[in-house]
T-cell receptor
Framework: KAGVTQTPRYLIKTRGQQVTLSCSPI?????VSWYQQTPGQGLQFLFE???????NKGNFPGRFSGRQFSNSRSEMNVSTLELGDSALYLC?????????????FGEGSRLTVL | AQSVAQPEDQVNVAEGNPLTVKCTYS??????LFWYVQYPNRGLQFLLK??????LVKGSYGFEAEFNKSQTSFHLKKPSALVSDSALYFC??????????FGKGTTLSVSS
């Protein structure tokens, strides 16, 4: 069974640009969560989607947005990039949202903002 | 609001010695507790979880964790550390219907 796939794995952008990251969950998983990982802040929760609906949202500015498609694939977008947005963005999937099942993580998309 | 605290940024142990990585949590209602491990430039790998039942939970690679409700703790343990256990360890908690929230992580360094 294929794991969680994130694309692209690495990308470099400049301040003010926007970026879209993609996540394909494990087959059959309907929930997708996104996290931002930085050395200083650790793992911070961005959003959680289930059946195309955002169920939970972290404390990030409106420049960070996401969506989920009918096939459970998800994208997140960051507009007007800032230097502080440089991070590893991790996507995770699970069968359902908010249940006690574990999340399965992808390898991440490493974003560098210059 | 739920939260997780990992009081130690780094834990150093010698190979063959027991290890403990500490975690305390705060959540409304019954907690769902997890431990994950991350190797350099990789995503997170699930180690174990506590949902209900026995307070001692056994997981992957010989790790176990003890749930203590009165102390709101969920410490990760292993009887005999391996050099290959060296990695970044995250404790996480979620309440019913809420997102999974992670601690800041603890770097485990096992020396030979």
């Amino acid at each position: 069974k294929a794991g969680v796939t994130q694309t692209p794995r690495y990308l470099i952008k400049t301040r003010g640009q926007q970026v879209t990251l993609s996540c394909s969950p494990i087959s059959g998983h309907r929930s997708v969560s996104w996290y931002q990982q930085t050395p200083g802040q650790g793992l911070q929760f961005l959003f959680e989607y289930f059946s195309e609906t955002q169920r939970n949202k972290g404390n990030f500015p409106g420049r960070f947005s996401g969506r989920q498609f009918s096939n459970s694939r998800s994208e997140m977008n960051v507009s007007t990039l800032e230097l502080g947005d440089s991070a590893l963005y991790l996507c995770a999937s699970s069968l359902l949202a908010g249940d006690p099942g574990e999340l399965f993580f992808g390898e991440g998309s490493r974003l560098t903002v210059l | 609001a739920q939260s997780v605290a990992q009081p130690e940024d780094q834990v150093n142990v010698a190979e063959g010695n027991p290890l403990t990585v500490k975690c305390t949590y705060s959540v409304s209602g019954n907690p769902y507790l997890f431990w994950y491990v991350q190797y350099p430039n990789r995503g997170l790998q699930f180690l174990l979880k506590y949902i209900t039942g026995d307070n001692l939970v056994k997981g992957s690679y010989g790790f176990e964790a003890e749930f203590n409700k009165s102390q709101t703790s969920f410490h990760l343990k292993k009887p005999s550390a391996l050099v290959s256990d060296s990695a970044l360890y995250f404790c996480a908690v979620r309440g019913a219907g809420t997102a999974l929230i992670f601690g800041k992580g603890t770097t485990l360094s096992v020396s030979s």
